[in-house]
């Protein structure tokens, strides 16, 4: 279920005054409820339906898969264990927003190095608006996750993987 929920949800794009759609990603919240692993194979399954959809491509699936899928994963999951330290609420938007600036940083080398883009574009374009994202993003897994911790709080208490 949260696969097919991830999969609309990150597939919803927003576009933009300059010509760049964004889009939420789900995948922080993916692996705060169930471990970077099981988020990762969230995130190909997701990206692999958007490509049939049209959204992305198959010629981008892998790299989108490293940026999105592993790196945003496996950020989330192991910040949180540091940041989930100090403050469970903390805990989950820092890691959030911390995965979703290490993806935005990686999709930026990405596209200079493919020759599609120049840095300048991209700080003036990209980088606020994921600035953005990953704050409204953040405040969103915090109140989801606290929702679901007083409603059905079994749910937040298994291994994750």
Same mark, same amino acid.
């Given at each position: ?16 005054? $300059? ?14 409820? !169930? ?5 990762? =194979?969230?995130? !190909? &399954? ?5 490509? $049939? ?34 403050? @469970? ?8 927003? &911390? ?5 935005? =940083? ?12 120049? &840095? ?14 990953? =704050? ?20 937040? @208490?298994?291994?994750?993987?």
């Amino acid at each position: 279920m949260l696969t097919a929920v991830t999969t609309v949800a990150s597939a919803v794009t927003v576009p933009t005054p $300059f010509g760049i759609s964004i889009h939420f990603f789900m995948f922080p919240l993916d692996s705060l409820l !169930l471990g970077p692993v099981s988020a990762s =194979i969230i995130s !190909l &399954i997701a990206l692999l339906f958007q490509s $049939f959809l049209g959204i992305g491509g198959f010629t981008t699936l892998g790299v989108n898969f490293l940026i999105m899928g592993l790196t945003i994963s496996f950020v989330t999951y192991y910040s949180y264990r540091i940041f989930g330290l100090l403050n @469970d609420k903390f805990g989950i938007f820092a890691s959030t927003f &911390i995965s979703i600036i290490c993806a935005t =940083i990686f999709q930026v080398f990405v596209l200079i190095l493919s020759g599609s883009t120049n &840095i300048e574009m991209l700080v003036s374009t990209l980088v606020p608006f994921y600035l953005l994202v990953a =704050i409204i993003e953040g405040i969103l897994n915090v109140f989801i996750l606290c929702l679901i911790g007083k409603l059905m709080p079994n749910i937040l @208490d298994f291994e994750k993987i």
